[in-house]
């Protein structure tokens, strides 16, 4: 009986997650500047959609909103970002391990860079799993790949960060 | 198993996503394999320094004020909404002194409903606007007073850090058309807001669970206080934080 007010809904729904949609965007962009149009466009979106919004879990719902957008924008503007990597690869057995000093001893500035230098899906699959949190499903969900393919991408984006680490740790 | 089969597995099982007749095969693994062993401890350093480095960025202030004023910019549109639902409400049917007995009737269900949706929208304010807390202290001692003088009624404030509820603080808030306390607890990374103020005298006790928008809320009344508690917490557990408030 009630009539759907989509700005109350969006305040809701949207609004409070608006921290992790913008960190999303800030790690596929690579730049505030592009970041704040891609969140913003993504919200005009989720606007426009949320009252189609069926309950469950409001922060996925706009994750996904934003990973869309994100890509949509990459491929009109920086097409060379997206390089489409070989999710049947596995990640292969590290032959030796290192040391996790060079974890320890990484500051902020160097896991950054460590991070930001990762090809986009390993990047995008380690932000929403250790920075939002989120579990095996609610990423498949979001990037929209079976639940394996997350499973694989996170393992080899933690093998590169740690060959970067070490790189790192020894120049 | 060995190395080769239980690799593929370590990420899943560090990040608890392994179902348990696999988790403890790769512990039983793990426990004769110093190789795997070191791997793991390479995964939760990385974890470690993942969260604790401050690596995710917060909405710029300039993108939360166009956000707003993109919602905020058709308050006039909703206005109208209102009203062509209150010309459609009429139009069905109800007559004017409908209306006055509703306005009287002390507790009824969309008075409630108005109530528990204003509840969760200033839940959900005080996460957004960095003013979840006018008073920050885990010590109840420091809380209570805070609020003398500033409610009409003195809130009982406890911590609860050693069931998992610590206190964070408290602030005012308004709710229902009066000044409420309102007190937050932590539980892991869920935040919690119990809304607190006095129920009229002789009214009926209310103890019940309600979900709305995926945000839980309890009432309970306790010796003469409402006590409204909202989170995005599960109702299980929110509701052995409404029964410690209870005691």
């Known amino acids: 009986m009630s009539v759907?007010?989509?700005?109350?809904?969006?305040?809701?729904?949207?609004?409070?997650?608006?921290?992790?949609?913008?960190?999303?965007?800030?790690?596929?962009?690579?730049?505030?500047?592009?970041?704040?149009?891609?969140?913003?466009?993504?919200?005009?979106r989720a606007l426009r959609f949320v009252g189609g919004f069926r309950g469950g879990n409001g922060r996925s719902w706009l994750l996904t909103i934003v990973r869309n957008t994100?890509?949509?924008?990459?491929?009109?503007?920086?097409?060379?970002?997206i390089v489409s990597i070989d999710d049947d690869a596995l990640a292969e057995i590290e032959d030796k391990v290192e040391s996790t000093a060079a974890v320890r001893s990484a500051d902020t500035e160097?896991?950054?860079a460590a991070l930001a230098d990762l090809p986009l899906e390993f990047r995008e699959a380690l932000v929403l799993r250790e920075l939002e949190g989120l579990s095996y499903k609610e990423i498949a969900e979001v990037t929209e790949v079976p639940v394996g393919t997350v499973m694989?991408?996170?393992a080899r984006a933690r093998r590169q960060l740690q060959e970067h680490l070490n790189r790192k740790g020894q120049a | 198993m060995n190395c080769t089969e239980i690799y593929p597995l370590i990420h899943a099982f560090v990040d608890g996503e392994l179902d348990l007749v696999r988790s403890l095969e790769v512990e039983r693994h793990l426990s004769n394999c110093t190789g795997c062993t070191a791997r793991c401890d390479f995964m939760r350093s990385l974890h470690s320094a993942l969260q604790n480095s401050e690596l995710s960025y917060s909405a710029p202030d300039s993108l939360l004020k166009k956000v707003q004023h993109m919602i905020g910019g058709s308050v006039q549109e909703r206005r109208r909404n209102d009203w062509q639902w209150i010309w459609k409400w009429l139009a069905a049917g109800a007559t004017a002194i409908a209306v006055v007995t509703l306005?009287?009737?002390?507790?009824?269900?969309?008075q409630h409903d108005q109530l528990m949706a204003e509840a969760v929208s200033n839940h959900v304010r005080s996460l957004m606007q960095a003013h979840l807390m006018d008073v920050a202290s885990s010590d109840q001692h420091t809380v209570k007073p805070w609020f003398d003088g500033k409610l009409d009624f003195a809130p009982d404030v406890k911590d609860f850090v050693a069931q998992g509820f610590p206190l964070i603080g408290g602030r005012l808030d308004y709710l229902g058309g009066r000044a409420v306390a309102a007190l937050v607890y932590r539980h892991d990374k869920h935040l919690i807001n119990v809304f607190v103020w006095p129920i009229a005298r002789g009214s009926a006790a209310t103890s019940q669970t309600e979900s709305r928008q995926g945000y839980s809320i309890i009432n309970r009344d306790v010796s003469g206080m409402r006590y409204c508690v909202v989170s995005d917490l599960n109702e299980k557990e929110l509701g052995d934080l409404a029964d410690l408030l209870g005691k």
Do not use: M
């Open chain 1, 152 to 154: 694989s991408r996170l």
């Open chain 1, 70 to 81: 994100a890509f949509t924008w990459l491929k009109k503007n920086r097409p060379q970002a």
């Open chain 2, 103 to 110: 306005l009287l009737r002390p507790a009824s269900v969309s």
């Open chain 1, 110 to 112: 160097v896991l950054r």
């Open chain 1, 4 to 44: 759907i007010d989509p700005q109350a809904e969006f305040e809701r729904i949207v609004l409070p997650h608006l921290d992790a949609a913008y960190n999303l965007a800030r790690w596929l962009a690579g730049n505030d500047h592009d970041a704040e149009d891609i969140t913003q466009d993504a919200c005009v």
